[in-house]
């Protein structure tokens, strides 16, 4: 069966050295790194959290691709601040065109303390600052089931294998 | 009406500068980097000229990608070496799709010497080196439709303004 990870989280929290790893481990994979996809828009382009028409397009476009590798048997990992009404819009579609897939929805979270401490550890321009706490209220705010939460506050980066291990064989992150 | 430009031509030819600034130009535009979208494959990548299965994938994501940016009223730029059957398929697809959409196939094209000449000025992680020649090699063993072709060997690269005019204004690139 072919895999889905979605792979979310606030900024600053590792989702893409995650994301990036956990595709190197397969044979056969696509990594889909959602701020990407987003900014292929030019001109007009809007930030995803200022227009929710942007946001719904770079979600379909994230649909789509995930439906091609899917049909070319490639597992996909997608890197992108994922809520769950958006995975839900996501994974309605997957299933209405691809069948034997399987979606796993990873909430990554560190509290407060680690994530502005694993920002300040970013480059210069990739670090979020305040940005990132708000980004980890939304995610409070939304009262996520905490069963796709996953809290690495405890767990050194350097044991990244320990992390993908789990994502990839604990059933509680299967959507 | 919508507008899909795809340009073309050899490694070295100034592909990505032509169609980043030429995105810029549009209110509503997209803009689509082939090799970008190759390089989501990562467990199992194969390079595109060694696979034409890998091709054909990262041709059905461009497609989908642009029909939906088509359908957002956003015009296209895609930036890919495109021989003219890839054009072909793109073009079939997305007409099936979308209505009132306009497609412009350019290869931007240079003589030996000045390819030569561009490659050596990009940073040296981008140089193609004898790779460029063979791609430049292949467009012209496939007679390309000479209209489609644009020749900027004489055009001097702070002119690019009048490059992208062109390209805009001349119908001899209408697929």
């Given at each position: 069966m072919t895999q889905i990870y979605i792979?979310?989280?606030?900024?600053?929290?590792?989702?893409?050295?995650?994301s990036n790893k956990l595709a190197k481990q397969f044979h056969h994979s696509a990594y889909?790194?959602?701020?990407?996809?987003?900014?292929?828009?030019?001109?007009?382009?809007?930030?995803p959290w200022e227009?929710?028409?942007?946001?719904?397009?770079?979600?379909?476009?994230?649909?789509?691709?995930?439906?091609?590798?899917?049909?070319?048997?490639?597992?996909v990992i997608i890197d992108y601040v994922a809520f769950p009404e958006?995975?839900?819009t996501f994974?309605?579609?997957?299933?209405?065109?691809?069948?034997?897939?399987?979606?796993?929805?990873?909430?990554?979270?560190?509290?407060?303390?680690?994530?502005?401490r694993r920002d300040a550890l970013r480059e210069k321009e990739h670090q979020?600052?305040?940005r990132c706490l708000e980004l980890a209220?939304?995610?409070?705010?939304?009262?996520?089931?905490?069963?796709?939460v996953y809290d690495t506050t405890s767990i050194h980066p350097s044991a990244?294998?320990?992390v993908l291990s789990t994502i990839r064989d604990d059933t509680r992150f299967t959507y």
């Open positions: 792979i979310s989280g606030p900024a600053g929290v590792g989702k893409s050295t995650t889909i790194k959602g701020d990407l996809i987003h900014h292929m828009v030019v001109g007009g382009y809007v930030p227009s929710e028409e942007s946001l719904t397009l770079t979600w379909e476009n994230i649909a789509d691709l995930s439906i091609n590798f899917v049909q070319a048997r490639k597992h958006e995975v839900e994974s309605r579609k997957l299933c209405s065109h691809v069948k034997d897939v399987e979606i796993k929805y990873v909430v990554l979270w560190v509290d407060r303390a680690e994530l502005i979020m600052g305040a209220e939304m995610f409070t705010r939304k009262k996520i089931d905490q069963r796709f990244l294998n320990e």
